[in-house]
Each structure stands twice: as C-alpha cells, then as structure tokens.
C-alpha cells in the first residue's frame, strides 16, 4: 500500500467562510503585519525552544 502524505489544511474540513478569510490572508505581505503589540523572545526563551512533538507540519497515513 502507497503511503499518503497531507498537510494539516488538506485535512481538518474547512467552511466556505474559512477559505475566504485563508486566501485573503495570503495576500498580505510579512512587512504587512502590525507585531508591535508582540513582545520580543528573549534569547533565553530562543535557547530553552524545541520542536513541537506532537505535529511536524504534515499527517502521514499509511
């Protein structure tokens, strides 16, 4: 049997309404984005950082 790849976006079912709010986010540029009311990590947190274990960004199924 092929093993089957996805992205967590392929997966989890969408609303119309969600896609529309998702492809209008995509139009905005990174130098876009208002991050001022952001606090900046400190590199102490940068350092204690780990990946998430529970999700890599992609569901596989075999």
């Known amino acids: ?12 079912p969408l609303s119309a309404e969600a896609v529309q709010r ?4 995509k ?7 208002d991050t001022s ?6 590199d102490e947190q940068l350092a204690r950082m780990e990946p998430a274990r529970f999700f890599e960004g992609k569901a596989v199924h075999a």
């Open 22 to 25: 998702l492809d209008k986010l």
């Open 27 to 33: 139009g905005i540029k990174d130098e876009d984005i």
């Open 37 to 42: 009311d952001m606090p900046e990590l400190t």
């Open 1 to 12: 049997m092929a093993m089957v790849i996805k992205t967590a976006i392929e997966i989890l």
